[in-house]
């Protein structure tokens, strides 16, 4: 069937992964990526595909219902896959009310459009909200997140996550709009934002600055190369259960300063400097007020029920994105220097 998906957050990291698979896998869709051009969001990482036929662009706020409704009138929006957020967890210390507006509310307007716009036919469209694992809160040394695991979030961003994700499914339960609702490990690969700990530590390692580690360095996540949780999105999208939740992860644990030190001998090699020279850049600061232990999630749903599982290791996965970063120096120079905004006032200003 064709379908007109409305893509939000599209050009964030995992966005535009997202918008990418999509465009090209599907050219009898039309995708239409809408984004505010946070500091998060760049167009530079969908310069690949930004002349095709079925791509679409629209520079809107989820903060705005009337340009929300002009969107979905114009495209005649059938589905969302909705990824826009404020999404680091230290930000959302720093300032929470951001988060509590984009998280929260920008969602709540999104469902509230599609509700007025698929006044008929509900079941033919869809709702995908792409939420975090970090809605459960945290485990201590042992078990994992599973779908039934009670939400019990720590940080205001994991808490504006939580919420985000009652009200879809709120909007389910009363109003019937057709959602889906899938919760990520920790994602990794290329066009991460270098405020997050494996791009910022690349680009510490580059320039031979300080790599700073939280508390003790013990904190474990599970880490997912970022194109099998565009892979899982796609699935659960087109074959997932109504009303239901898929969690999907790496399987792949590991504590911050293992990974740590893996990132510095992979890129000691690949920089040809001695072993241990990158070491020697870490750090130990401060811990994160509210800093979660450890999160591992439980992904036999969506193996068993939908056949998803990760296609690359981790070790593959951390040597391309670390090859990436190499090879993309000026997309890290601009999203650091806010250069960014000349390539978008150059390329769109005159269409
Ligand atoms: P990101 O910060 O890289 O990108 C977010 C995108 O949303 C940016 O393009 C930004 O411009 C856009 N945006 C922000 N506020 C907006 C607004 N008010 N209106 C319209 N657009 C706005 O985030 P990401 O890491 O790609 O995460 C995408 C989604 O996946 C988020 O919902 C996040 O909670 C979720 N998630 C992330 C991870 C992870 O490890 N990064 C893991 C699980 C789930
Ligand atoms: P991050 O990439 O911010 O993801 P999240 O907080 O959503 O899991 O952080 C991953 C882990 O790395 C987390 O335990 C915090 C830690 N961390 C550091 O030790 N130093 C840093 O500079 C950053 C950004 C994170």
Sequence with gaps: MKKNILITGGAGFIGSHVVRLF?????????VNLDALTYAGNLENLKDVEHAPNYFFEHVNILEPDMLLNVFEQHDITDVIHLAAESHVD??????????????????NLLNVAKSYWKE???????????????YGTLGDEGFFTEETAYAPNS?????????????????????????ITNCSNNYGPNHFPEKLIPLFINNIMHKKPLPVYGKGENTRDWLYVIDHARAIDLVFHEGRNGE??????????????????????????LKREAGESEKLISY???????????????????????????VTFEEGLSATIDWYLQNEAWL???TSGEYQNYYTEQYSNR
């Design 121 to 135: 036919n509900l079941n033919t469209h869809r709702f995908h909200h792409v939420s975090t694992d970090e809605v």
């Design 156 to 180: 205001p961003y994991s808490a504006s996550k939580a919420s985000s994700d009652h009200f879809v499914r709120a909007y389910g339960e009363t109003f019937h709009i057709p959602y889906v």
């Design 245 to 270: 939740h898929y969690n999907v992860g790496g399987f792949n644990e590991w504590k911050n300063i293992d990974l740590v030190k893996l990132l510095c001998k992979q890129m000691d090699e690949k």
């Design 91 to 108: 930000r959302s210390i720093l300032s929470p009310m951001d988060f509590i507006y984009t998280n929260i509310v920008g969602t709540v």
């Design 285 to 311: 600061v401060k811990d994160r007020p509210g800093h979660d232990l450890r999160y591992a999630i439980d992904a036999t749903k969506i193996n068993k029920e939908l056949g998803w599982k990760p296609s």
């Design 23 to 31: 465009v090209n896998k599907y050219p009898g869709y039309k995708i």
């Design 333 to 335: 120079k601009h999203v």
